[in-house]
């Protein structure tokens, strides 16, 4: 099975940046969609940004303008740059496929506080 391994979370204020990265244990070019999602405490699972192996991006409405998906299918790696986050952010970052059909890795915590 694949495995995902999420990293790049931590602490930050509100309008500040990170960059979260997302390694998969093997090769993922024949993925066509690769995505981001979150999970906010209390809340359901949520998809944040989408990537197709050509380049092709969706973003969910609180992401769109702040948020950054890219993927470097070389070295199996989707990458979120996200800029001028805020509280609502707070999340735990996660990594799959479209469908959400491999296994789930631990996840990135971001927390946006003051």
């Known amino acids: 099975q694949v495995q995902l391994v999420e990293s790049g979370g931590g602490l930050v204020q509100p309008g500040g940046s990170l960059r979260l990265s997302c390694v998969a244990s093997r090769s993922f070019f024949s993925i066509n969609t690769m995505a981001w999602y979150r999970q906010a405490p209390g809340k359901e699972r949520e998809l944040v940004a989408a990537?197709?192996?050509?380049?092709?991006?969706n973003y969910a409405d609180s992401a769109l303008g702040r948020f950054t998906i890219s993927r470097t299918n070389a070295k199996n790696t989707v990458y979120l740059q996200m800029n001028l986050l805020k509280p609502g952010d707070t999340a735990i970052y996660y990594c799959?496929?479209?469908?959400?059909?491999?296994?789930w890795g631990q996840g990135t915590q971001v927390t946006v506080s003051s």
């Open positions: 990537i197709a192996r050509d380049g092709q991006t």
């Open positions: 799959n496929d479209i469908g959400g059909t491999m296994v």
